[in-house]
């Protein structure tokens, strides 16, 4: 089944960097509709990066000129490069995406969707990360 897991958190003081990864296991395959989220305070979420399969991303308002998403190979399917790292950055970051099915397949072999504040569909567990003033 897909498993996402997500890599690179940490505590860092403002202005610090930080790489997140997102790594597949469980599936073999391609991935589509892969974005990273994050989720802050009061358990909100929000999208901060989408990727697409060709590796062009698109950065969102909150972080832009800050983050940059980009794609990976083999098993990493994306990456997220935070730099001038700021308190309101401080969340657990997830990534997710799809996998892309040219056959019929098992429950058992694709796993199932869960529900989280970022939405619905397939979430590692996050990595957290800590910024300090």
């Known amino acids: 089944e897909v498993k996402l897991v997500e890599s690179g958190g940490g505590s860092v003081q403002t202005g610090g960097s930080l790489t997140l990864s997102c790594t597949v296991s469980?599936?073999?395959?391609?991935?589509?509709?892969m974005a990273w989220y994050r989720q802050g305070a009061e358990n909100k979420c929000e999208k901060v990066a989408s990727?697409?399969?060709?590796?062009?991303?698109s950065i969102y308002d909150s972080v832009k000129g800050r983050f940059t998403a980009s794609i990976g190979s083999g098993k990493t399917l994306m990456y997220l490069q935070m730099n001038d790292l700021k308190p309101e950055d401080t969340a657990v970051y997830y990534c997710?995406?799809?996998?892309?099915?040219?056959?019929?397949?098992?429950?058992?072999?694709?796993?199932?969707?869960?529900?989280?504040?970022?939405?619905?569909?397939?979430w590692g567990r996050g990595t957290q990360v800590t910024v300090s003033s």
């Open positions: 997710t995406a799809d996998p892309i099915l040219s056959r019929p397949t098992s429950l058992q072999e694709v796993g199932i969707k869960t529900w989280t504040s970022c939405g619905f569909g397939y």
């Open positions: 469980g599936f073999n395959g391609d991935y589509t509709d």
């Open positions: 990727v697409s399969r060709d590796g062009t991303t």
